[in-house]
């Protein structure tokens, strides 16, 4: 009986993402699973950390994060979107935007109630539910488009649902959803008194059209909490300074959950990030999403070329891609097959849906990797097979 582990737990895996991380190294497979850079973050970040920690920047910040990150943050979302945040009341700072999800959750989110999530989906969403004692609602969005249905969006609403999740640009699809997608989602958050939580880790790499900020759209502003991040703009994984954006009442709750779970973000390192958002001018960011572009397009036509069904993502550093028409194995003994065989090593697909026997073909693969990193992976990819 000592060693009874909570019923909660026991629908958990671990990570599939990570566990394809040592398949990698396993066989020595170049890992296109993870969503991590193998090129390096801007100098002027790693001086600025190297300088907080030299000038003793090394003990606890104020929980809710250090005043120079908070006031860039509030800098950002003005030029930006347009969107009055003040820093004092209305921004979180959290040990990555995983963290800052849980928060969210566990703050909002009562026991008995449900929480839409758009699926396919980022692993961690409906165990945060979870943990609530709520009920993750998934909505399969469909391939190869993945475009949100509003109808559909609209029958899985009921008097129990609180919130509604969404990821733009989207992690794993590549979406990044359109005006009318977005508005059908405020349009029933408005009607049913729903919060919106949206993750934006990925706003600044976007290739088609643009990012909405949810937010910003009329009578969102009181009921969108917004996740975002430093990790994926800067390139700095595992610095681990995630972001919230919600209204005074919502934030409230969020410090505190915060603050039990784990105190604060690395001090040096929110100060790096303050130093890179007050820095770093548009051209950067219109120049990673324009490096992002060039290697979308080395591994897309690579896939392709290799007998890969996948549309041309929109938006983050990921492609699903559909192996059905290349082998008769499931995504799991296919992404180690491809590991051990090929050399390159994917995200089986159904760790991306509710159940399983929905990506059940399909594979991710992340192009946030130097050209010459892809441009291995597709030389190996197109020998494998067969079109050299």
């Given at each position: 009986m000592s060693q009874r582990t909570a019923t909660r737990t026991h629908t958990f895996t671990e990570s599939v993402i990570r566990d394809m991380t040592r398949v990698a190294r396993q066989y020595d497979a170049i890992n296109l699973a993870q969503g991590?850079?193998?090129?390096?973050?801007?100098?002027?970040?790693?001086?600025?950390?190297c300088r907080a920690i030299q000038e003793d920047v090394n003990q606890y910040a104020i929980t809710w994060g250090t005043p120079s990150l908070r006031s860039a943050l509030a800098r950002k979302y003005r030029e930006w979107y347009g969107l009055a945040v003040h820093p004092d009341s209305e921004i979180t700072v959290t040990c990555g935007a995983t963290e800052a999800m849980a928060v969210v959750m566990l703050a909002v989110v009562d026991p008995g109630e449900e929480v839409i999530v758009l699926e396919p989906?980022?692993?961690?969403?409906?165990?945060?539910?979870?943990?609530c004692d709520a009920s993750p609602i998934f909505l399969p969005l469909l391939p190869p488009d993945f475009r949100l249905d509003p109808a559909r969006l609209r029958s899985a609403v009921t008097p129990r649902t609180r919130a509604i999740v969404i990821n733009t640009p989207n992690n794993p699809t590549g979406r990044v959803f359109d005006p009318n997608e977005m508005a059908a989602v405020a349009e029933l958050c408005i009607e049913h008194d729903l919060l919106a939580i949206t993750d934006e880790i990925y706003e600044h790499i976007v290739f088609t059209g643009r990012h909405?900020?949810?937010?910003?759209?009329?009578?969102?502003?009181?009921?969108?909490?917004?996740?975002?991040?430093?990790?994926?703009?800067?390139?700095?994984?595992?610095?681990?300074?995630?972001?919230?954006?919600?209204?005074?009442?919502?934030?409230?709750?969020?410090?505190k959950v915060h603050d039990f779970l784990t105190v604060g973000a690395p001090a040096p390192l929110q100060e790096a990030c303050a130093a890179g958002l007050d820095s770093l001018g548009r051209d950067y960011y219109e120049g990673i999403a324009r490096d992002y572009r060039k290697r979308r397009d080395i591994l897309w036509r690579g896939l392709r070329d290799s007998g890969f069904g996948c549309t041309l993502p929109e938006g983050a550093y990921y492609i699903m891609a559909d192996f059905s028409a290349l082998s008769e194995l499931d995504d799991m003994a296919f992404s180690t097959y491809m590991a051990r065989e090929c050399g390159v090593a994917p995200v089986p697909g159904s760790s991306f849906y509710s159940r399983p026997e929905r990506g059940a073909k399909l594979v991710r693969f992340a192009f946030c990797k130097q050209a010459g990193t892809l441009e291995r992976a597709v030389e190996r990819l197109r020998s494998f097979f067969g079109n050299p």
């Open positions: 991590f850079p193998d090129f390096p973050a801007p100098q002027l970040l790693k001086d600025a950390a989906f980022y692993e961690n969403y409906g165990p945060d539910a979870i943990l909405i900020p949810l937010a910003g759209m009329p009578g969102m502003r009181e009921r969108t909490i917004v996740i975002s991040g430093l990790s994926k703009t800067f390139s700095v994984t595992g610095w681990r300074v995630g972001t919230i954006v919600a209204p005074p009442v919502l934030t409230g709750a969020m410090r």
